[in-house]
């Protein structure tokens, strides 16, 4: 359990805030790149860690992010005219390029010099691995992108897609780096529908023995199953600072690798980032991403038909169909006979579990177990760098060290008594061109 205060701390990410200060030291993902898929497209709008934005890809197809609000008066940019290498708001034809210089004014004289002195809000943009990363912090904190094997592979390997949720992002983070749930939420009731090797051990035995490792990039986690007497089954689940996770995607030759990102979109808003990637081939080439992804379609979402239409709230285009109004959509015929949860997907289990806590988990309410030592080795995490950065101005671990999230969850065999990061430790750092040993 954590206290009010810790709590607080914990979950509010607003500018001014330390856990919103201590956010803005990294590279966060903000968009996907077809969602601005060619110079001078429409601008979007988003919401980043409580700031209302807007992004556009300008003439010569970089990416912008400006603050939606103009600076003259306050008229939203995202009705902005998205032309010749800026963007101009259309209520008084104030333009402004990507680092938030203001470059035209023409409801001014010609003779007024008023436009150097106006400046909107403006936040560097990367393209990179399938994600539009954004800088929000001071410029002489500007860290390098963290160096997830995806951002060092060729495009076609890797893909990415995102889904919104209404809950503050810790919650969601959690589930991410729970070693017991898959065994019970994503469960089915007959273990002949359960797929891969893996899972049929922890369908087996749902109560693993957890462990943890604290990192230069945030916590492993470790649990184990007994699989013989002469034998473990031993996973790793993987928190990196300040809001990713990696779990076991995959198993056996030629794995798929996944990190997700839960990016705080406001203290009750989060938008999940999930990315895979082949270290060999193009991803779509991969046979197991065909098998696994027959209904993706081009522009990276799984089961278009699942999400919400297009609106101005929050995270739309990416809010699903199944929400807390309709109960998920839950079939309790379903739920009697063939699937643990009665629902009909991972994602949708998550979220419904997630949601159900309300926007923000009240922690001094909760009991916790001794699964639940990476979660609570993730809070500290989280708060110590808050806590360290506020009081002593100590940059966050993850921020200077891009190269330690060359990572990747694995799960392995291993002899009884090998502890267990070194029985990990081969599968758990993937390389360009290099498919890691997964069981």
Not at 144 to 170: C, D, I
Not at 218 to 246: K, Q, W
Not at 359 to 381: F, S
Request: hydrophobic share 35%.
């Amino acid at each position: 359990m954590l206290s009010p205060n810790d709590n607080h701390m914990l979950t509010q990410v607003g500018s001014g805030t330390p856990m919103g200060d201590m956010m803005r030291r990294f590279w966060l993902p903000g968009l996907l790149p077809w969602e601005l898929p060619a110079p001078d497209c429409p601008p979007i709008r988003f919401r980043l860690l409580g700031e209302e934005l807007v992004a556009y890809r300008d003439t010569s197809g970089r990416v912008g992010v400006l603050a939606q609000a103009c600076p003259h008066r306050g008229a939203s940019m995202f009705f902005g005219r998205n032309e010749e290498d800026g963007l101009r708001c259309v209520y008084h034809g104030w333009k402004f390029d990507m680092d938030g210089n203001c470059t035209d004014m023409p409801n001014e004289p010609a003779e007024s010099n008023f436009k150097h002195k106006i400046h909107a809000t403006a936040y560097p943009a990367r393209e990179h691995g399938g994600i539009i990363w954004v800088y929000m912090g001071l410029a002489e904190h500007l860290p390098e992108l963290p160096g997830f094997l995806s951002n060092q592979l060729p495009a076609e390997h890797t893909v990415a897609w995102k889904r919104h949720q209404s809950s503050n992002y810790m919650q969601a983070l959690e589930g991410g780096i729970d070693p017991s749930h898959a065994a019970f939420l994503h469960s089915y009731l007959d273990p002949g529908n359960i797929r891969g090797v893996p899972n049929q051990i922890m369908n087996r035995d749902r109560h693993p023995r957890s462990h943890i490792v604290d990192t230069d990039y945030g916590v492993l986690i470790g649990s184990s199953r007994h699989h013989t007497e002469a034998e473990d089954f031993l996973r790793t689940n993987i928190f990196l600072m300040p809001c990713y996770t990696m779990a076991p995607v995959d198993s056996g030759a030629n794995p798929i690798l996944r990190w997700s990102g839960w990016v705080p979109m406001d203290d009750h808003n989060v938008m999940r980032f999930t990315t895979e990637c082949d270290p060999v081939m193009p991803i779509r080439e991969s046979p197991k991403y065909k098998q696994r992804y027959t209904d993706v379609n081009s522009n990276g979402f799984l089961g278009g038909d699942e999400y919400e239409p297009a609106s101005a709230l929050p995270g739309s285009p990416f809010r699903t169909r199944a929400t807390r109004d309709n109960d998920y959509f839950v079939d309790r015929e379903l739920q009697r006979t063939r699937r643990y949860s009665g629902m009909t997907d991972a994602g949708t289990e998550d979220q419904a579990m997630t949601e159900s806590m309300g926007t923000v988990y009240t922690r001094d309410r909760e009991h916790l177990g001794t699964t639940d030592i990476g979660v609570i080795a993730a809070r500290r995490c989280l708060l110590k760098a808050c806590k360290a950065l506020q009081s002593a101005g100590v940059p966050p671990t993850g921020a200077l060290t891009p190269g330690a999230y060359q990572v990747n969850a694995t799960n392995v065999f291993a002899p009884a008594g090998v502890h267990w990061v070194e029985a990990v430790r081969e599968g758990s750092s993937p390389q360009p061109g290099v498919y890691p040993k997964m069981l």
